[in-house]
C-alpha cells in the first residue's frame, strides 16, 4: 500500500506544458549541433575537430575492414549508414520544429543508437544521454506548444472560422507530469552515477586530476585558479561532493531552484576547464526539468 | 490530456530510467555507466601474427584504412602509448575484432593477436588483456 502511494504521489499531477517544449528546443538544438559542423564558421566548437559535415557519413574503410558493432551481428552498409544519417537529420529538424514530435523524437533515439551500436568506437557518454533523453521525450507531451505542427492547427482553426481558445499561451496549458518524473529520475541517476564512480581513493587524493593536467585535458586560466586556491585533492573531492549535492538539492521543493543554479554553475566550471563536448549543455537542458515547482494533486 | 499509465508500468518505467548506469557500473561495462574522468590510464596496442616462418609484429598504423574514422581516433594513438579514460575499454572489448582483422589482412597467418596493455598513472598494476585467434587459413 505505502509503494501505491508512493507512486501515486510521484506521478500523479499536472505541469504547464511550457517545461516539455523547451527540454525539446533545447535537446533538438544541441542534437543537430553536435551531429555536424553547420557552426564552424562562426565558432569552433570541440566535436568539430573530428567531425567534418555530418557526423558518420562518408566511404566506409577499405576492406577488409574491422566490423566492430557494440550489438554483435550488426552491419551497416554504406547506404543503410548514409540513409540512416539523412534520416537523423530529418528527425531532429522535426523535433526542433515540433512536428510529430514524439514520433520524431522515438525514431531519432531508435536511428540514432543502431549509428552509434554499429560501431563500438562511436561510443560517448554524451552522445548515450542525448539519445536516451530523446527515447524518454517520447513519452511526453513535447509537441503540445512551441511547435510549428500546433501552430498551423490554430491557424487552419482560425482561417475556417472557429474560435481559438482564447487562453493567453498554450505554454501555460496543464500536461501530465509523470512523464517529467520520468526525465527527472533520468538526470538524478546521471549525476549519481557519476559520483559513485569517483568515490575512488586516486580519484579523491587528486591524482586523476593531476594526470588530466598533465596530458593539458585540464586546462585554461579557471583551473589554474581553482587548483591554485584549492589544491587537486580538494578540487576533487568537491567535484566528487557536487554530483551527490546537486541532486540531493532537485529532489527537494524547497531546494530545487537554488541546486538548479548550483548544477548550472558546476557545468559551466567544468566546461571551462576540460572538453566536455555537449554534455554541459544538455544537462543544462535537462535541469530545467527541476523548474517547475507546481503542487500535484493526489489520486482519489 | 492523456490517461495516466497502470503503476505497475510507472514503477518499471522508473527503475529504467534509473537502474542502467549502475548495472553497467556494477558489470563492469563502460557503455551507459556515466563514469567521466574518474580515472586515467594509458594503454596500448600490440598487434602479430604468427605465419609458418615465425611471429612477426603488425604496426597498429598498418591498419589505417581498414578502420573507421571514429575508430582512427581511438586506436591509431594506441601505436604508442594512448591515454584514455573509458575508450580503453572500449579497445578491450574490440579486441577479438582486431585478431579477426589480422586474419583478414595476413591470408597465410595460423593465429593473429591482438594484446592490450593497460597502466593506471597512479601505480605500477599493469594490465594485460590479450586475444588470440586462429586465422581460417591454419584449418586449409
Known sequence: MKLTRAIDWLFEGTVKSWVYSAIRIGTAAIFLVRHADWLRSWVYLEHHRFVRGLMFLGAPPAEPRLNSPLIAGLSLGETANNAFVYLRTLLSVLLLLGVRARLSAGLLALVSYTLFAADRYRYYHHLHLLYVTLAWLALAPIGSSLSLEHAVGRLVQRWRGHGVAASPSTLLADTPIWPLQLIRALVLSVYLAAGVSKLDATFLNGDALRHLERLFVLKGPFWGLLRDVAGYGVVAKLSCLAEFAVPLGLVFPATRRAAIVGGLAFHAGISACMPVYSFGAQMSVLLLAFWPTEPRAPRH | ?140
Not at chain 2, 32 to 40: A, W
Not at chain 2, 85 to 92: E, I, N, R, S
Open chain 2, 1 to 140: 490530456m492523456g490517461r495516466i499509465p497502470p503503476r505497475s508500468v510507472l514503477a518499471a518505467l522508473l527503475v529504467l530510467a534509473v537502474a542502467p548506469p549502475f548495472v553497467a557500473q556494477a558489470s563492469g561495462s563502460v557503455v551507459g555507466s556515466f563514469t567521466m574522468f574518474h580515472r586515467i590510464v594509458r594503454y596500448h596496442l600490440d598487434l602479430s601474427v604468427v605465419g609458418s616462418d615465425g611471429e612477426h609484429r603488425v604496426s597498429v598504423r598498418s591498419l589505417r584504412p581498414h578502420l573507421s574514422p571514429e575508430a582512427r581516433n581511438i586506436v591509431l594513438p594506441a601505436d604508442g602509448y594512448a591515454v584514455g579514460a573509458d575508450q580503453v575499454d572500449v579497445v578491450a572489448a574490440g579486441l577479438p575484432e582486431f585478431a579477426r582483422l589480422l586474419c583478414d589482412l595476413h591470408p597465410g597467418a595460423l593465429t593473429a593477436r591482438a594484446r592490450l596493455v593497460q597502466d593506471p598513472f597512479d601505480t605500477g598494476a599493469t594490465r594485460v588483456r590479450e586475444k588470440e585467434l586462429p586465422c581460417p587459413s591454419a584449418s586449409r
